[in-house]
């Protein structure tokens, strides 16, 4: 009985990584794998290839600088924001490519066969940092007027702007 177990077991094992690695041959986890560098204006940096995120629009922000990162980190709000989002690979789905060569992209974190993942544009939009672009998929433009209702990000009160006297 022991037997009949264990060859069912090695036999599910087998049919899961088939079709795992079926599902990544036929890109259904994305075009572009790999780990990401954000960016100061927000994009990111997988190997060589630079990726915008499609259907968004980050504008700058003052810098702010993350002390709790070792080297400490200045930049942008929303290449922040990204930064501590992004923990291990991302994975993105390419829309265009641009005429300098840089990429157009839906990118997730998080992503895997089992799980769809977490859309990182859909997060600085609904955190305030980005704007929904003409032609954006309509949840991007209902998440930028959520930030906007609740005065998140871009559309909050910018408490460590100093103005001289």
Known sequence: ???????????????SLTLASRSLAAGH???IIGAAIVQDDGSLLIGARTI????IYIPPTPITCLFILRPTRCGGRAARALELKIQGFV???????????SISAVCFVRRTVFSP????????LAGGWALALPGAPFPYAALERIAEA?????????ADVITPR
């Open 1 to 15: 009985m022991g037997f009949r177990h264990l060859w069912l077991a090695i036999a599910c094992i087998g049919l």
């Open 29 to 31: 986890l994305g075009d």
């Open 52 to 55: 915008w995120l499609y259907g």
């Open 91 to 101: 994975s993105c789905d390419k829309r265009g490519v641009y005429t300098d060569g």
């Open 117 to 124: 993942g977490e859309d990182l544009a859909a997060y600085l």
């Open 150 to 158: 609740r005065g998140f990000g871009l559309w909050g009160f910018q």
